[in-house]
Structure formats: C-alpha cells, structure tokens
C-alpha cells in the first residue's frame, strides 16, 4: 500500500463548509502522481519527457463521511487490478479521526501521449503498481 497525505485547502469546500465532491478525483490524481514518485524525474517526467501517460478510463466514487476545511485525509492507494496495458487503482481516504470518507475506483490505460495510443507499460512503471498490487480479497 501506497499512503499519501492531503489536507483540505480553503478554496476546495463548497457553500455547505465539506468538501466538494470532485474534489476527490483530484485528491485521488495528487496521490497517484506521488505513487509514481520513485521514478526517476517523477510523474512529471514520464508525462513530459518519457510521452507516456494514464488517461482515466472509468472512475467509480463512493463517498461515505464529510471532510471539511482543515482536515487532512491519509489517501490509501492499492493496485487492484493490473493488465498489459491498462490497470486498476483504488484509493481510501480517511480522516484523521479513522472514518472513511471515500472510496475511488480508478482505471487507467498506458498510453502514447503524442500518439494517443494505448501502449504496454515500460518495465518501471508496471513494477510501481506490482509494488502495491493486492489479490482480490485484499
């Protein structure tokens, strides 16, 4: 498992004082650009440099307990499914006080950037997401 840590920014709640629900996607996209993190030049340099991408393919969000401004979500991030080209990552953000607020399910596909092409993944980056690859019932 893959642990990133967000807080909650002024600008991110919406006129109830919770966060805006849309706001999880991106919350979901920072910690996965952390989970590439230990690649060299980060995700920055797989997009900009290496042309290689993850266009999302399909999202699922369950949403379960508020997070208001001030918080900070710990964001759990496994693979649950990984293909040749394409794989599946579920992100769990809890609160500080242990209470799960969301739950992300997020496929994505390897691709060609400048040919907007899906592609195998390159050897490193498949090995990140095996790295935090858990079985069915995990």
């Given at each position: 498992m893959f642990v990133y840590e967000r807080a909650v920014r002024f600008e991110e709640v919406d006129a109830a004082g919770i966060l805006f629900f849309a706001r999880y996607l991106a919350f979901a996209h920072d910690a996965m650009e952390a989970f590439f993190g230990e690649l060299e030049g980060g995700y920055p340099r797989l997009i900009t440099t290496r042309g290689v991408g993850f266009p999302a393919v399909d999202v699922h969000a369950s949403y379960k307990a508020p997070v208001r401004y001030g918080d900070t979500l710990r964001i759990e991030v496994v693979t649950s499914r990984l293909g040749g080209r394409s794989a599946t990552l579920r992100y769990r953000m809890v609160r500080g006080d242990g209470i799960v607020s969301a739950e992300?399910?997020?496929?994505?596909?390897?691709?060609?950037?400048?040919?907007?092409?899906?592609?195998?993944?390159?050897?490193?980056?498949?090995?990140?997401?095996?790295?935090?690859?858990?079985?069915s019932a995990g």
């Open positions: 992300i399910d997020h496929t994505v596909v390897s691709s060609d950037l400048a040919k907007m092409k899906s592609v195998e993944m390159p050897a490193d980056v498949r090995a990140v997401f095996e790295r935090h690859l858990v079985d």
